[in-house]
């Protein structure tokens, strides 16, 4: 005889109260084992190159910042908080069954120190300001760059550009800022001050070019040497004017000598 409605009824009720209790317990029980204590993240395993950072520190900057255990972490965002650490420029993040992180970092490459003394930050290759210690001493030697805001990329390649210029003189380029009206001016590592006037880099290295290729005849002329330059003007059409130690005009202890045309 065929089943009665009602019977067929409980039947399909009594099965999925079932189901559902199954599922329900299946669910507590992941749940369980997801926020168990033995899937927390008991090790992290800090590898790559390291000059300003030790896994011990980088551990410490970030734990306090890591959420979730081995299955529940969001690894971009662990990714993201190790990048925040001081010199930090690159982070590979990937878990190890079945408590441990394995941390892969990539340094900056500390290229030159941005801004006015004080409110100093680091660039990094690309011209990208990072986290780091600006007055640490192992630092001194990279050049002082600075400029108006989001124009550090643009800086450094002329740094770049004019460098190897100003290396001719034996006196290197220590120092380079732009105004916010576009103008350049150089410090040599004699203390020399270079004002470059504005221009694009193909026109700067052009005229600095000429500058430092012409200087020592300048000089030769006050039987001066290229290291007596105090400062240069290279703003005026045509030429430039020099001012160099122990050259006199009038009673003053050194002078403005006539602009090279």
Not at 53 to 63: D, P, T
Not at 99 to 109: K, M, N, R, S
Not at 203 to 223: C, D, I, M, Q
Request: hydrophobic share 45%.
């Amino acid at each position: 005889m065929p089943v009665p409605f009602d019977v067929k009824l409980m039947n399909m009720l009594a099965t999925a109260l079932f189901l559902g209790c199954g599922a329900l317990l299946v669910l507590a029980a992941a749940r369980w084992a997801i926020h168990h204590p033995a899937l927390s993240i008991a090790r992290i395993v800090v590898q790559g190159e390291m000059e300003h950072n030790s896994a011990v520190s980088l551990q410490a900057n970030v734990m306090p910042s890591l959420k979730g255990n081995f299955f529940t972490m969001d690894l971009d965002e662990t990714r993201r908080i190790f990048e925040q650490a001081p010199w930090v420029r690159q982070a590979s993040i990937k878990r190890e069954f079945p408590h441990t992180l394995a941390v892969t970092i990539t340094e900056q490459d500390a290229a030159a120190i941005w801004g006015a003394e004080g409110e100093s930050r680091l660039l990094n290759s690309d011209g990208q300001m990072f986290e780091g210690d600006s007055t640490d001493p192992d630092l001194l030697h990279l050049p002082h760059l600075s400029g108006p805001a989001g124009r550090s990329q643009e800086v450094l390649a002329m740094f770049r550009a004019l460098s190897p210029i100003y290396a001719k003189l034996d006196n290197a380029l220590v120092t380079l800022a732009e105004s916010n009206s576009g103008s350049w001016k150089a410090t040599l590592q004699s203390g020399a001050v270079i004002e470059m006037g504005q221009g694009r880099e193909d026109a700067l290295s052009e005229r600095v070019r000429k500058f430092v290729e012409s200087l020592p005849e300048v000089t030769g002329t006050y039987r001066r040497s290229v290291a007596s330059l105090m400062s240069a003007d290279l703003r005026h059409a045509g030429g430039y004017a020099v001012r160099m130690q122990g050259v006199t005009t009038g009673t003053s202890a050194s002078g403005r000598a006539p602009v090279k045309k």
